[in-house]
Structure formats: C-alpha cells, structure tokens
C-alpha cells in the first residue's frame, strides 16, 4: 500500500515510531502488566512520565526555574478563559492583538470576563500582513498583551516577537511550539494545545512566569487556576494521562531527532519547497505577504471551486490526506508540523505540479 501522508492542521500526523512505540506499550507498560491508560495518575510509573515529560520541555524550549510548566486540560480553547479568569480582576484589562480565526476568538472570551482592548493587526485586504507593532494602540493599563505566534487557518505568523514594552507577553504557540527557538524569558505565559507539535488533543500545555503566579485571582475553579496547578504539579484532579504519555514519547523523538534546531532547519526547507510551487503557479492563490508566511501552515485557494474540488479528490486519491481547508474560510491547506517526513513534502509539491501542468491550459 501506498504510504499516507496527513497534512492535517490537527490533530496532525505523529511520527511512525511513536504510534508503533505506543502499540507495544499499550498493553504492557514497561512490564508492570498494565496499559499505559490503566496507570494510576498518582503511581510511581507516571510521576516519572510526567516529571520527565516536563524535563525534557524545559530542556528541549530553554525554560528556567523562573517559570512554571502546567499540564491543562480542555486544550487551548480553554486558556482563551483561563487567562482572563486568572489575571483579570474587576476593572481590569488586556490588550489581545487580532491577527486571525484564533486570536479574534481568544478576544471573543476573554471580552465575557474584562474590558478587553482588540487591536485589530491584520492588514486584509488583497494580501494579508501584520500591521507593525507602532502602529498598535496599545492601552496604558493592560494587564497583559496576548497573541497568537501563527494563525494556523489563515497561515500568517509573526516573523519576530512584537516589542510590547514592559507589558507580560501571553501567547498562544498551539501551532508553533517546538518549531523555532524562542527566548521564554520574554513572555509571561506560553500556552500550546498538544494535537499539533505535541502529540494528541486533551492537554494544554502552560508556560508561566512563577511571579505572576502571586496575581492569580483568588474566586475561580479549582481547575482553572493556575497558581493551585502549579502547587499540585498539575494533579488537582486526574490528568490526562494518556496525552502526557504521548508528550513524554513525543519530546524524547524531538531530542533524538536534533532539538529545535533541527526541526526549524526542517520546517523552512519543506515550506520554502511548497511556496517556491506557489510562486511559480498560475493556479494556486496564496494571500500572505511574504514577511509573514508561515512555515506550518500554508493556505492557499484555486479560483474555479469545481477544479479546486477535484484538486483535493485527487490529493486524497494520492494518499496526501488532511488538504482541506477550515470550515470558516475553505480553500487548501497544508500543515507542515515537526512529523511530517521530507517525503511527503516531494509527493506533495510533485502532485501540485502535474496538476497544474494538466489543469492550466
Ligand atoms: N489556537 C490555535 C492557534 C489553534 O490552531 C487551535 C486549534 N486549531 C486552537 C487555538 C484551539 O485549540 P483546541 O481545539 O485545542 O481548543
């Protein structure tokens, strides 16, 4: 059988060895006699997945001591609230910069909680871009400046971190976590969904300066509040176990692979693949200025919808799976996370070739 190839935005393709890893664990972990997925949350045998899951994420990212590292449930539409409820008190407020789909959403709930501030930073019109962060109007009283690093519907990423002054830094790297280095001293809280870089859905990751941790309001859930996650290390109730297991195995590929680097080195060889087809086709439409492509996530359009249609049939009938684009906006989209091998980018880019060499008259 021919191999597939999943460019889904997420939940996104693993690495073989994982899964395969997993299959064998799954019915006798390290040979206790259990499934990983009957491990007590409290057992010997998962404190030291978790604590190394956790070791290796500040290895692999350069977390110090100064920050803390959750493992969340509910994904990263749940820190969309959990921010707010954590840092937002009565007439208090945030700056959220909107760039996309996940960004606009993150303002759409932190606004039930706060007098939110949007900054509306995408340029939309012929192209897209990200107006620059002088042009922002940025509130004298924000408690803090949320962002999102990649806009993974619309495929518009920040080329560097926007200069915010001296205001916490949150950021929603669901997308782009472990895809580029990045300096974690510069933000107050990192949070990423796992389905994408990270491993499958269920768990939230949070990366969250230890000092503002004393801020976190007092009356919120037990679940939500950080500061009670941090002092539990992330065991207020029964975590997701499985997710942290396929974290652990995940991490581990990542550092065996070559770190961060690597997988950078990767990613803008694989994208600058797909985008050289791009530039040179008179068929695919992609919007994005360059200076604020993603690496990730590429989108990009065929102008006739039936052609468009049979573009994604035949991918799927290639074996190139996850192509279409989301809901609210449609078109094509290829996602290129840390799992996805070399060779299916060539299969990819040599199918959009001959489509449009028998497509374009
Ligand atoms: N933020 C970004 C950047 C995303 O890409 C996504 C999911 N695609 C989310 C937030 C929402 O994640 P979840 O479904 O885990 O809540």
């Not at 993974?152 to 200069?163: C, H, K, Q, R, S």
Request: proline share 3%; with cysteine.
């Amino acid at each position: 059988m021919q191999e597939v190839f999943n460019f889904s935005a997420g939940p996104a393709a693993l690495p073989k060895p994982i899964l395969e890893n997993i299959q064998q664990e799954f019915l006798n972990y390290n040979n206790t006699g259990l499934s990983i997925v009957e491990l007590s949350h409290r057992s010997k045998g998962f404190f030291a997945i978790r604590n190394s899951a956790e070791s290796l994420l500040r290895e692999l990212i350069g977390i110090s001591d100064d920050y803390a590292v959750l493992f969340m449930h509910g994904g990263a539409s749940s820190q969309f609230s959990m921010l707010p409820l954590n840092f937002l008190s009565k007439g208090q407020s945030a700056d959220y910069v909107c760039t996309g789909h996940w960004s606009t959403k993150a303002y759409a709930e932190a606004k039930k909680f706060a007098d939110i501030n949007a900054i509306n930073a995408l340029e939309n019109g012929d192209s897209y871009s990200i107006r620059p962060t002088v042009a922002w109007e940025l509130s004298s009283n924000a408690s803090y400046v949320h962002y999102c690093d990649n806009e993974t519907i619309n495929g518009v990423a920040f080329a560097e971190l926007p200069d915010v002054k001296s205001k916490p830094l949150a950021c929603d790297m669901t997308s782009s976590i472990l895809m580029r280095q990045i300096d974690v001293s510069r933000y107050g809280l990192i949070y990423a969904g796992t389905q994408k870089n990270l491993g499958i859905a269920g768990l939230c990751i949070v990366i969250v300066k230890k000092e503002l941790l004393n801020k976190v309001n007092k009356s919120i859930p037990r679940l939500y509040d950080y500061k009670r996650c941090a002092e539990e290390s992330s065991l207020v109730n029964t975590p997701p176990t499985f997710a942290i297991y396929v974290l652990r195995l995940l991490l581990d590929w990542v550092k065996s692979e070559g770190g961060v680097d690597q997988m950078y080195r990767r990613s803008k060889e694989n994208s600058e693949w797909v985008y050289q087809v791009l530039d040179n086709s008179q068929l695919y439409n992609n919007k994005v200025v360059k200076e604020f492509r993603s690496n990730i996530n590429i989108s990009f359009d065929i102008q006739d919808k039936d052609l468009q249609n049979k573009f994604l049939d035949q991918a799927e009938s290639h074996k190139l799976l996850g192509l279409r684009g989301h809901n609210s906006v449609g078109g094509v989209r290829i996602s290129l996370y840390n799992a996805m091998p070399q060779a299916g980018v060539q299969r990819l880019v040599e199918f959009m070739q001959d489509f449009e060499i028998c497509n374009v008259v």
